[in-house]
């Protein structure tokens, strides 16, 4: 079965430094996602994008934050400039239509900030 | 902006009952889904709930979509250890376009 698949499993910055996520969505999928999850709390949506662009975001995704998809496969999410709170699990999601259709989660990478 | 609830937070049940957690919306939803997290885990999509008042079953999970489209409740019947793990819904309204988790109910199962 086709699956998302998340690069690293793990990431672990100094505060202040760029990171970047990689994703590789389910290929006829047209909808990737990004969401956060803290440790032991909900799955919160940060950004969906859409031929190329971003369809939707959420408060969380401020000027920090940026997602591209850089050739036909991958789907990156850079955060310029790290934070403390920045760190949590990152899923990234992947869905065939609308975001109102199921997603599939990749096993995310765990974000340390240091 | 939209808020979903959801309740209990935790669930112990010993294996063989049944457990129910129950999912509400600040706003009317266009469809709710529920997802499985195991421990350690990513989101797994169980369902899709679409239509007012609409009931579906996977072997021994029931789901229901309350006929004003703002509440759901997902029931396991005769929990087995294999059903632990955290099960949030999310619900997708057309104006906010967007998955709003809720904040998952975990289960574990006594043997």
């Known amino acids: 079965e086709p699956e998302v698949t998340q690069t690293p499993s793990h990431q672990v910055t100094q505060m202040g430094q760029e990171v970047i996520l990689r994703c590789v969505p389910i290929s006829n999928h047209l909808y990737f996602y990004w969401y956060r999850q803290i440790l032991g709390q909900k799955v919160e949506f940060l950004v969906s994008f859409y031929n190329n662009e971003i369809s939707e975001k959420s408060e969380i995704f401020d000027d920090q934050f940026s997602v591209e998809r850089p050739d036909g496969s991958n789907f990156t999410l850079k955060i310029r400039s790290t934070k403390l709170e920045d760190s949590a699990m990152y899923f990234c999601?992947?869905?065939?239509?609308?975001?109102?259709?199921?997603?599939?989660f990749g096993d995310g990478t765990r974000l340390s900030i240091l | 902006g939209q808020q979903v609830m959801q309740i209990p937070q935790y669930q112990h049940v010993q294996e063989g009952e049944d457990f129910t957690t129950y999912c509400n919306s600040s706003t009317t939803l266009s469809n709710i889904q529920w997802y499985k997290q195991r421990p350690g885990g990513h989101p797994v999509f169980l369902i899709q709930l679409v239509k007012s008042g609409e009931v579906k079953k996977q072997k021994r999970l029931t789901f229901q979509f309350g006929e004003a489209k703002k509440n759901s409740s997902l029931h396991i019947t005769a929990t087995q250890t294999t059903d632990v793990g955290t099960y949030f819904c999310a619900g997708f309204s057309g104006s906010a376009r967007q998955l709003t988790f809720g904040s998952g109910t975990q289960l574990t199962v006594l043997p």
């Open positions: 999601a992947s869905s065939v239509g609308y975001s109102g259709q199921p997603q599939h």
